[in-house]
């Protein structure tokens, strides 16, 4: 676990304000405050050029702790304390706040792949103390330029894009944790060894990313069937199999659980992970009731693991791009999202149709999309309310029809519809912004091919497993 101290001399500026609610990662990895006496590491945020006493007082606070100097000042070309304590000069600005390609190297995040976008003008430096060691960069004019550092001899860094762009991307947040372990000696490189507990549908993907990933190690696969642990044994021959989940989460050889099992267990196996001393990644919805949630977040805290849920919809193509066009203000400032999933039929007759176990439709599908709408708008929500229709399929306990209404600080309203009684369907996103609308319409896709005696087939696939068509 990683305590970041935020520190200012403006304590109440809204770049505080943003640092310390920004959405940092919601486990037992990293922990903000204000109470720097518990801090591992020091975000010294700048609003304005520093004065000789700021200075002062920080490095009286922080005492042998590293800090990270941001904030507006590093944009001042005018500032000399920046300078003298970081070991990097600013030559010039950036032009125009634009997008922004920054690459870490290996010794921040060394599973890094591919550049982070951040939307944002940003100071040039130009020079760089030989004591400096440079973690990230960024490129203008075929010129990279450091954008995060860290200088040993005086215990101090630098990240000199500007606050908004930190705090509003989860990935620079991930980077700033990432900088304060390296800079304690703190090393991400060592292998991480995985147990899946249970091999269901999705255990076959948790699988393939264990073996793709550099750093994750899969070392065991717990199922009660004995035919999904021999699918599992196909893909992967050499792993360690067990009908006992006692004996997965004991196991000395297994330092990160999977639980994908049912959604009703998800608590009660990610409990018995974090006792074990396991970190956990819990298949989605987390739990079925907040106070489970409350329950593992709170355990994990106390053993000092992570705990996290596997949002895969996060890194759907569609959504990427819509939200890609809502973060550039390509339709201005967003005020009202809907999203839609269904169709009309009958609903599935494994458990997922059990509202008893999966939760219902807004647990199963609603997880996903609200957690869309969560990641589209990070305002404090207000206000939540629900709806449930049941009218035709009584012999699933799931409802028909499910509503969710949900309001934000900032006034955006958003809503997520999934339905088994919809002839029609709707639109799976429909935004709205003060300049311009995006809509994403689903896609009716078939597979032609022919059969062995050679006659034309046709396969149709669900809406749901194509990305939306957007238009903007």
């Known amino acids: 676990m990683t305590v970041l101290g935020i ?53 009286e606070q922080a005492g042998q702790r590293p800090v990270l100097i941001t904030g507006a000042a590093t944009n001042d070309l005018a500032s000399r304390s920046i300078p003298e304590l970081t070991g990097v000069r600013i030559g010039s600005r950036s032009p125009a706040s634009h ?7 290996a010794a921040v995040d060394p599973r890094a792949e591919g550049d982070l976008l951040v939307h944002t003008a940003w100071p040039l430096v130009d020079k760089v103390a030989d004591d400096v060691e440079v973690l990230a960069t960024a490129n203008v004019a075929f010129t990279d330029h450091p954008v995060l ?21 989860r990935d620079m947040l991930r980077t700033v944790q990432r900088w304060a372990r390296h800079v304690r000696g703190i090393s991400e490189a060592s292998t991480v060894r995985v147990g899946l507990l249970a091999y269901g549908a999705i255990g076959h993907e948790h699988l393939s990313a264990c073996v793709a990933v550099p750093g994750l190690e899969l ?29 997965l989460l004991n196991s000395p050889d297994i330092d990160l659980v999977i639980i994908s099992t049912p959604p009703d267990t998800h608590a009660m196996w990610a409990l018995r992970a974090l006792e074990a001393g396991k970190n956990v990644v819990m298949e989605k919805p987390m739990a079925l009731t907040s106070a489970e949630c409350d329950a593992v977040l709170d355990i994990a805290r106390t053993v000092g693991k992570t705990a996290l849920v596997y949002q895969n919809r996060r890194w759907d193509s569609d959504f990427l791009t819509l939200k890609r066009a809502v973060d550039s203000g390509r339709i201005g400032d967003m005020f009202h999202l809907e999203t839609f999933v269904g169709g009309f039929g ?3 007759n494994y458990w997922h149709s059990d509202a008893s176990i999966s939760g219902g439709a807004i647990f199963d599908w609603g997880s996903h999309f609200i957690d869309q709408i969560m990641q589209l708008n990070g305002s404090p929500v207000t206000s939540v309310t629900a709806t449930n229709y049941k009218r035709r399929w009584l012999d699933v306990t799931n409802a028909d029809h499910s509503v969710v209404n949900v309001s934000f600080e900032n ?4 809503e997520f519809i999934h339905s088994d009684l919809a002839a029609i369907l709707k639109p799976k996103y429909y935004v709205l912004g003060t300049d311009g609308a995006i809509v994403g319409n689903w896609r009716h896709e078939r597979l032609l091919s022919r059969t062995g005696i050679g006659t034309m087939a046709e396969e149709l696939f669900a809406p749901a497993d194509a990305p939306a068509d957007l238009a903007l």
């Open 219 to 247: 070392a065991a696969v717990c199922d009660r069937s004995q035919a999904r642990l021999d699918a599992a044994l196909v893909d992967a021959p050499d792993v360690m199999t067990t009908t006992d989940g006692t004996e």
């Open 346 to 348: 009958h609903p599935c």
């Open 99 to 105: 997008e922004v390609r920054v690459r870490r190297v």
């Open 149 to 169: 550092t860290w200088r040993a001899s005086s215990g101090i860094g630098l990240l000199s894009l500007s606050s908004d762009a930190v705090w509003s991307n």
């Open 7 to 59: 520190w200012s001399p403006t304590p109440d500026h809204p770049s505080v304000q943003a640092a310390l609610s920004a959405p940092w990662l919601e486990s037992a990895s990293v922990v903000v405050t204000r109470d720097l006496k518990s801090a591992d590491a020091i975000v010294a945020i700048f609003a304005s050029v520093p004065e000789d006493s700021d200075v002062l007082t920080l490095r």
């Open 411 to 414: 006034g955006v309203n958003a």
